[in-house]
Each structure stands twice: as structure tokens, then as C-alpha cells.
């Protein structure tokens, strides 16, 4: 069974960067992605990246804000979060599937813990 662990969570101002951190368990390679989820809102996609790292898809809430990488030797993601706003606030979650990148979490099989993001103004 696939494990998955976030780090890299904290508290920010407005306007500062972020960089988190999921490393996955296991030799097999998955395509990979960062959803966040708000208090009383729904989980949503942020970001995705292949296995290769090769293809890219991005969310449209931090569209330009964001970078999203891999490290397959270290097994694993990265998200770069710039220029952070309080609406970014949720805690965000890293997820893997067994098929390809997609914008609905029902098609991610593994899922973190999630890592909390505070952005205060």
C-alpha cells in the first residue's frame, strides 16, 4: 500500500512563498497531485504531474502562483506556492493514482494526511 506524507505546512503572511513536500513510499512511480481543502468547502484540485514529470496541469485558484515538481530519485513532489493570500488558507493535500493526472479527486486511490497552510493578511 502506497504511503504518502506532506510537509512543509506552516503559518505565512500575505505575499510570502511556500515550498511543500510529499514523499512517497515504494519503488513504483504514480502520477501525482496537490488538492487543498478550505473549512466547509470542497476538496480541490491544485496541481498535477506525471509520472515523468514531463506533463503538467494546473488548478485555476493559484494559476501563476504556483510551480508544481518531482524528484523521482527522492520520490518526491514538490509544490512552490508564491505570492500566498489569506484565501489560500487550507490544509492541502498530496494524492497518487494508479491511472493519470486528474481534476476529480475520485480518481486518486492515496491520499495524505494533508499539511495545514495559514496565510495571515
Known amino acids: 500500500q502506497l504511503q504518502l506524507a506532506e510537509s512543509g505546512g506552516g503559518l505565512v503572511q500575505a505575499g510570502d512563498s511556500l515550498r511543500l513536500s510529499c514523499t512517497a513510499s515504494?519503488?513504483?512511480?504514480?502520477?501525482m497531485a496537490w488538492f487543498r481543502q478550505a473549512p466547509g468547502k470542497e476538496r480541490v484540485f491544485v496541481a498535477g504531474?506525471?509520472?515523468?514529470?514531463?506533463?503538467?496541469e494546473f488548478g485555476g485558484a493559484m494559476f501563476g502562483r504556483i510551480t508544481i515538481s518531482r524528484d523521482n530519485g527522492k520520490r518526491t513532489m514538490y509544490l512552490q506556492m508564491n505570492n500566498l493570500d489569506p484565501a489560500d488558507t487550507a490544509v492541502y493535500y498530496c494524492?497518487?493514482?494508479?491511472?493519470?493526472?486528474?481534476?476529480?479527486?475520485?480518481?486518486?486511490?492515496?491520499w495524505g494526511q494533508g499539511t495545514q497552510v495559514t496565510v495571515s493578511s
Open positions: 504531474i506525471n509520472r515523468s514529470g514531463v506533463n503538467k
Open positions: 494524492a497518487a493514482s494508479n491511472d493519470f493526472i486528474s481534476r476529480d479527486s475520485r480518481d486518486y486511490q492515496y
Open positions: 515504494g519503488r513504483k512511480l504514480y502520477p
